[in-house]
């Protein structure tokens, strides 16, 4: 088996367990991981999570040029621009998590701190995550909000959309985009109860061992 093969059945396999937990439904989501040779594979535009054949994920040359498989989803905008901002960034996922939307429609979220840092595994893996404005699915303008962070977050929530997380492989991207929506639940079901958060000099001595990928 391929290396190639390999990582088209990983996409395929979280994406699968992604779906079977209902943390994005239909044929939302999408999930992009970063090839040896600087090209992408890329699930394919209104594909299920549920049902990805994995021959059938989108293979994109280092142009980003579709080159076989079926032609890939409409957010590539979001994927390229965390590739061309976070080096590390070896991979990229996006869902329509039910908890995580929430948080993005509510006017009190920080937009510069839309997770709350109620656990110590929200700030190691994700660190700071910006709350980006609407942009309707698939616009350009999403990639450039994502460009103008300049590679300082590695996650970012799009309000009434979704998150999206870079990390430094599939299953990196997906544990951290699982976190996300994990707290997400956590900052709902405790909001107006005074939680507490952890202090900054928590967050900071988190940060400095655990650095989000």
């Known amino acids: 088996m391929t290396p190639e093969t390999r990582l088209r059945e990983e996409i395929a396999r979280l994406a699968a367990s992604l779906f079977a937990r209902g943390l994005t ?16 594979l890329v699930t394919p535009t209104g594909a299920s999570f549920g049902a990805l054949d994995p021959a059938r994920i989108s293979r994109l040359d280092a142009a980003m040029t579709p080159v076989s498989g079926d032609p890939p989803t409409k957010e590539m905008p979001l ?34 701190d839309a997770v709350p840092p109620l656990t110590a595994y929200a700030v190691m893996k994700l660190g700071r995550v910006k709350l980006l404005p609407y942009f309707m699915p698939g616009d350009p303008a999403m990639g450039d909000a994502v460009r103008g962070l300049a590679g300082k977050r590695s996650a970012v929530l799009l309000a009434n959309h979704g998150p999206v997380v870079a990390g430094r492989d599939v299953e990196a991207a997906v544990f951290a985009i699982e976190e996300l929506e994990e707290t997400a639940k956590l900052a ?21 061992r655990f650095p989000a990928d």
């Open 25 to 40: 439904p239909g044929a939302s989501g999408n999930i992009s991981a970063r090839l040896p040779d600087g090209g992408l």
């Open 79 to 112: 994927h390229t621009a965390f590739y061309a901002t976070r080096r590390s960034a070896g991979a990229v996922a996006h869902l329509h998590s039910a908890h995580a939307v929430a948080l993005s429609v509510l006017p009190e979220t920080d937009p510069e």
């Open 188 to 208: 709902l079901l405790t909001r107006g109860l005074s939680p507490r958060l952890l202090t900054p000099e928590q967050i900071a001595a988190l940060g400095a």
